[in-house]
């Protein structure tokens, strides 16, 4: 069980500037954790070398306790090198690439 799973606010969850928030019906951010790490799972379909894919991202917090099981940034999406993935996270969540961990 997550940390958003445990959430019993109502809202919409967000992910953007290294923290997951819940926002609620009045617009007004409740932060849930600050993101620490990430575990990403990659995809490289058999059918298609050369393609990358997010298979799962994890978030952790500074306990490295789950943070968020992000499944709204698993897609089709398509990446030409990890790197390129990697850097994508970077940019949709705000971090860093160092705290990025490949499984």
Not at 29 to 45: C, H, N, T, Y
Not at 48 to 58: C, F, K, Q, S, T
């Amino acid at each position: 069980m997550t940390k958003v799973d445990e959430y019993t606010g109502e809202g919409t969850i967000m992910v953007s500037q290294g923290e997951v928030w819940a926002i609620d019906d009045s617009c007004l951010p409740d932060v849930i954790g600050k993101i620490e790490r990430i575990e990403l799972s990659i995809e490289e379909p058999e059918e298609m070398l050369g393609i990358y894919r997010i298979e799962h991202v994890m978030l952790f917090n500074e306990d490295d306790e789950q943070l968020y099981d992000d499944q709204d940034i698993v897609n089709n999406d398509e990446y030409h090198s990890e790197k390129e993935l990697v850097e994508a996270l970077t940019i949709a969540y705000g971090v860093s690439a160092d705290i990025i961990e490949i499984v």
